[in-house]
Each structure stands twice: as C-alpha cells, then as structure tokens.
C-alpha cells in the first residue's frame, strides 16, 4: 500500500543551483497536485495536472515547472531555486470527480522539505 | 488566495472535553473537506461534506456546513490525547479539480 510517495524526503540547496521533486501514485488517479506549506500559510497550490500530459497552474506557480509524462508521476521543477523556495513540498493525487459522484478527496506524500540557502 | 480560514488558529483542551473548530470560505463551492496533520506528515483526509448536506457523523467526528454563511464546523468528540494535530478545511472548486485548503487549527489535547 504505497500510496502517494515523493522523492527526495529532504534537500539542501544552494541559490541558483536546479532540482527535481518527484511524485509518485499507485492508485490510478487521474488528479495530481503539488502544494507547498510554509508557516502560518497554510497549503497553497503550486500546480496540479487533471490527466496525463496536461498540467494548470495553481495559486504560486511562480519558479517552478511541471511534467506529467506518465499518469504514476508528477514531477516539480525549481530552474534557478531561491531562499524564497524554502518550504515543504506536499504532492497529492485524487481520483477523477464526477456530477454523480463528487469523489474529490486527495490522498498526500509524506513531504519533502526543502531548504535553499 | 486561499479560500477557508480557519478559527481558531490555536485550541488547547484537556483529553475528554469536545473540539470545536470553524472554517469560513468565500466563494461558491461543491463539497469542504477536512484533513488532519500530524507534525512532520502529510495530510489525511477526514470527512467531506457535500454543498447540498448539512451534516455528517463519521465516528467522533461530527461536520456542519451552512452554504448561507459559507462556514463549516468541526466538532471531535471526547478528545484524546492521539487527537493532537493540526486540522485543515479545505473547499472544492465548480470544475472538480482542485482543491483550496486554508491556515489550518493546531489542536493540542492534554492527558
């Protein structure tokens, strides 16, 4: 029962420097989010896909990029990772929600926390 | 911006009392969840409640939602120390597809 699980747990960064956080889901779903959680801000949504090969942007996309080349993985990329990107990065995933069926609950990775200094 | 806000941000209670904690959003919505998360974990979802309900038992948990005042709350009954954690409401957008979480309420249940 893996669930949802990211990769890497936890990552130092120098300013400037590139990485890649990498989710993955066993369960089929087609939604997949990137959030990230930063003190007394609660979660805020980075970018989210609704299918395989599409991605949207959330509420800060600013800095960041995506891919969702398979429907297992959505990957988040920081290019240029600056201080401000300092932050646990939650990915979730939910299956596919329907009029008849309003089935929107998400199921989360354990975190990723990332520090750039 | 986000669109639940919670309140209180902190509650402190003693194992055995009842929890309360509000949630108020902005917009129009279709279902508001509540998740729970344990410090240094992700988030577990716990109940939903759709925009056409107006209460929901799961448990010790009870949830209300009144669209008029677009407010929802969470109640835990007979809290138990293994209750501490922070709780988060979070609202379902018209398309389905994303989720809007707010600030979160740290609980703290003491033995």
């Known amino acids: 029962n893996a669930g949802v699980t990211q990769t890497p747990k936890f990552r130092v960064l120098k300013t400037g420097q590139s990485m890649t956080l990498l989710c993955a889901q066993d369960m089929n779903h087609e939604y997949m989010y990137w959030y990230r959680q930063d003190p007394g801000m609660g979660l805020r949504l980075i970018h989210y896909?609704?299918?395989?090969?599409?991605?949207a942007k959330g509420e800060v996309p600013d800095g960041y990029n995506v891919s969702r080349l398979k429907k297992q993985n959505f990957l988040l990329g920081l290019e240029s990772a600056a201080p401000s990107q300092t932050s646990v990065y939650f990915c979730a995933s939910s299956p596919r929600a329907s009029l008849s069926s309003v089935n929107t609950e998400a199921f989360f990775g354990q975190g990723t926390r990332l520090t750039v200094v | 911006s986000q669109q639940g806000e919670e309140d209180p941000q902190a509650l402190s209670i003693q194992e055995g009392e009842n929890a309360t904690m509000n949630c108020s959003y902005k917009?129009?919505?279709?279902?508001l969840q509540w998740y729970r998360q344990n410090s240094g974990r992700g988030l577990v979802h716990l109940i939903l409640?759709?925009?056409?309900?107006r209460e929901k038992h799961s448990g010790r948990l009870r949830v209300t939602l009144d669209t008029s005042k677009k407010s929802s709350s969470l109640l835990i009954t007979a809290s138990r120390a293994a209750d501490t954690a922070s709780y988060f409401c979070a609202t379902g957008d018209s398309g389905y597809s994303t989720l809007t979480f707010g600030k979160g309420t740290m609980l703290l249940v003491s033995p």
């Open positions: 917009t129009s919505i279709n279902n």
């Open positions: 409640i759709r925009s056409n309900e």
């Open positions: 896909s609704v299918g395989e090969g599409t991605t």
